[in-house]
C-alpha cells in the first residue's frame, strides 16, 4: 500500500510503550528499554509498525518522565543511553520504528536552568528562561493570574529569594515541578534545536510532542474565564493554551525535521476547533496531530460517526492524514469507560475494528491488546501528582498504568522478578497475561493480531476517505475508498449484517446478524 514517495508513517500502527510498565529487565519493579528490546519479537508478531515511547531522559520522575532534568540523555532508571541504542538497533533490524516523546513546554525544577534561575533572583537572564512574575496584591502575596495547574491548584508557586525572602512566582501549567518554559526567549529555541538533533542523530525516527498547544502564552498572561474545568474538558478559549505564537515554534521544529526527511512529528493537540487544529498541520508544521474525539466519544454509534466525521474534516482541512486513539497513559482504559466487565471488553474490541479501519494512523496502547481494564488502586499506592494537587479529590492516572501481566500465575506476572512493582497488578489479571492469551485463539490479544494483519494485508484498507451508509442511531456502517465495509452495533439489539463477505467480526455472528456490543469487516 506504502509507495517510496508515501511517508513510512502514512498508514502505521503504532505501539505506544509506557515504558514504567512495559517490562522490567534489571529487578527494580519499573519497567525499562532492554524490557522493551526483550519483547520486540512479541510487537513484531503483533504486526506493529513503530513505537512511540513516553520519556525516558534524565527525570526526578515527579510526572514519571514529563519533568526532564536533562533532555539529551536517558535516565538510569530505564538503562541509559546504552539501553536505547540497544532497542534502536534491535527494533530497526526488525524494521520497527522507534519515536520518543518530546517535553518542549516545561523543565523539571532540577533542570540546570531552574535551579540557576531560583539562585540568580528577580530580573535575571537566567530567570528569562522562565515565566517568573512579581505576585499581585500589595505585597505580592497573590499569584500574578488566576490560570489553574491541570493537575489542580494555581499554575504558579512563590519562590524564596536568594535573601531569604519570598518574592516571586513561577508559572506551571502542570506540577511545580515542572516550571513552564518562556518561548519568547531564543535561547530555548536554541536548546531544542540541539535536543532534535541529538536524538535525530542517535537514529530517532521522529517525536511525539508533549502539550503541542501550550509553548506560547499571550502577552500580558490575562485571566482564564472558566479556571473549573478539568483536563480532558479544556475549553478553545483557555489562554493558557493554543495561542497564535505557538505555529512559530512548530515551524522552528520543522525546519530542523526537514533535514530528517523520515523522521516525523506527532503534536499532543487539545484543539477541537478544527480551523485550529488544522493550523498545527500546515505544511511547515507538524506532520500529524493527535486527535483525540474517539477517545471522547461515548460507546454510542452517534457520537462515534460524529468523531469519525469531524476527525476526518480536521484531517482534510489539513491536507495531513488522521489519526486514531482509543487511550494513551492519561485517560481511563476504554474497557471501563464502556462500562467494564464483559460488555465493557466487547465494546472496547467492536471499537478497536472501526479504528483499525479507518484511513491514517492508528495508535494502541499498551495493554490494550490484552484488553486490560482501569485498575482501582488503593490510595496509599497512588503516585500521579493529580492526587496530591487535587487535595485528593481527583485519583489520576495511576489507574491506567499498571504493569503489563506477561506470564505465570500470581503478581507481578513476569513484568519484573521484583513483586514490589512500581504498581501493584491485580491478582485477577492472571487470566491476561500474554503467555495464557497466545495459547488461546479466542483471545483478546489473538484478535488484535488478526485485525492488524489483516489491516496491513488487504487491499481494501486504503483510500483516504469513507463513505457513510444508511443506519438507524445504533449502528453506523461505513466504507472505505478501497471497498472494505465496516458496521458497528452500539445499541441493545442485532441488527442486518451489510452486504459482502465476512473478514473478522468483534464477536461471533449469528443468523445473519450483527448482534449488540459488535464490529465486523466486510469486502
Ligand atoms: C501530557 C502528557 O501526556 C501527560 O502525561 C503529562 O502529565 C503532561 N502532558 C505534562 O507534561
Not at 515504558?19 to 510487537?43: H, I, K, N, W
Not at 541509559?80 to 522507534?98: D, S, W
Not at 489562554?239 to 521544529?253: A, L, T, W
Not at 484478535?447 to 492488524?452: G, H, L, N, S, T
Request: proline share 7%; charged share 25%.
Amino acid at each position: 500500500m506504502t509507495d517510496l514517495n508515501t511517508p513510512w508513517w502514512s498508514d502505521a500502527v503504532f505501539y505506544q510503550a509506557y515504558p514504567r510498565s512495559f517490562r522490567d529487565s534489571d529487578g527494580d519493579g519499573v519497567g525499562d528499554l532492554d524490557g522493551v528490546t526483550a519483547e520486540l519479537d512479541y510487537l513484531d508478531d503483533l504486526g506493529i509498525d513503530a513505537i512511540w515511547l513516553n520519556p525516558v531522559m534524565v527525570s526526578p520522575m515527579a510526572d514519571h518522565g514529563y519533568d526532564v532534568a536533562d533532555p539529551r540523555d536517558v535516565d538510569p532508571l530505564f538503562g541509559g543511553i546504552g539501553a536505547l541504542h540497544r532497542l534502536i538497533e534491535a527494533a530497526h533490524a526488525r524494521g520497527i520504528k522507534i519515536t520518543m516523546d518530546l517535553v518542549p513546554n516545561h523543565t523539571s525544577s532540577q533542570h540546570v536552568w531552574f535551579r540557576e534561575a531560583l539562585a540568580a533572583g528577580a530580573g535575571s537572564v537566567q530567570r528569562a528562561r522562565y515565566i517568573f512574575r512579581d505576585g499581585s496584591g500589595p505585597h505580592g502575596q497573590h499569584p500574578p493570574n488566576n490560570w489553574v495547574s491541570v493537575f489542580g491548584g494555581p499554575a504558579w508557586t512563590r519562590v524564596v529569594e536568594p535573601d531569604g525572602n519570598v518574592g516571586q512566582w513561577y508559572l506551571h501549567l502542570f506540577d511545580p515541578e515542572q516550571p513552564d518554559l518562556n518561548w519568547e526567549n531564543p535561547e530555548i529555541f536554541a536548546d531544542l534545536e540541539k535536543t532534535l538533533r541529538f536524538w535525530l542523530d542517535l537514529g530517532v525516527d521522529g517525536f511525539r510532542i508533549d502539550v503541542a498547544h501550550g509553548m506560547a502564552k499571550p502577552a500580558g498572561l490575562p485571566d482564564m474565564r472558566n479556571p473549573d474545568l478539568p483536563m480532558l474538558t479544556l475549553d478553545d478559549d483557555d489562554p493558557r493554551f493554543n495561542h497564535d505564537g505557538v505555529h512559530e515554534i512548530h515551524r522552528f521544529i520543522r525546519r530542523v525535521l526537514n533535514d530528517y526527511p523520515n523522521a516525523v512529528t506527532i503534536g499532543e493537540i487539545w484543539v477541537f476547533d478544527n480551523e485550529d487544529f488544522a493550523k498545527y498541520l500546515r505544511p511547515d508544521e507538524l506532520h500529524l496531530g493527535f486527535n483525540f474525539r474517539l477517545v471522547r466519544a461515548k460507546f454510542d454509534a452517534v457520537e462515534v460517526r460524529e468523531a469519525i466525521e469531524n476527525s476526518l474534516a480536521a484531517a482534510e482541512l489539513a491536507g495531513s492524514p488522521a489519526t486514531w486513539t482509543l487511550s494513551n497513559h492519561d485517560v481511563e482504559r476504554e474497557v471501563s469507560r464502556y462500562g467494564g466487565g464483559a460488555a465493557g471488553l466487547a465494546r472496547a474490541n467492536a471499537m478497536a475494528m472501526v479504528m483499525l479501519a479507518l484511513p491514517g494512523i492508528v495508535f494502541v496502547y499498551n495493554g490494550e491488546e490484552l484488553g486490560l481494564p482501569n485498575v482501582d488502586l488503593p490510595d496509599e499506592v497512588l503516585q500521579d501528582p493529580t492526587w496530591e494537587r487535587s487535595g485528593h479529590e481527583e485519583r489520576g492516572r495511576d489507574g491506567c498504568r499498571v504493569p503489563m501481566p506477561w506470564d505465570g500465575g500470581t503478581p507481578p506476572f513476569g513484568f519484573s522478578t521484583n513483586p514490589d512493582t512500581w504498581l501493584p497488578i491485580p491478582a485477577e489479571w492472571a487470566a491476561l497475561t500474554v503467555d495464557k492469551q497466545r495459547a488461546d485463539e479466542d483471545s483478546t490479544l489473538a484478535f488484535f493480531r488478526r485485525a492488524i494483519h489483516l489491516r496491513k494485508q488487504t487491499a481494501q484498507f486504503s483510500g483516504t476517505d469513507i463513505t457513510w451508509q444508511d443506519t438507524d442511531d445504533e449502528a453506523l456502517v461505513f466504507r472505505t475508498g478501497g471497498g472494505l465495509t465496516c458496521a458497528l452495533n452500539t445499541g441493545s439489539v442485532a441488527v442486518a449484517l451489510p452486504a459482502g463477505e465476512v473478514l473478522l467480526s468483534s464477536a461471533p455472528l449469528a443468523d445473519g446478524e450483527l448482534p449488540p456490543n459488535t464490529a465486523v469487516w466486510l469486502i
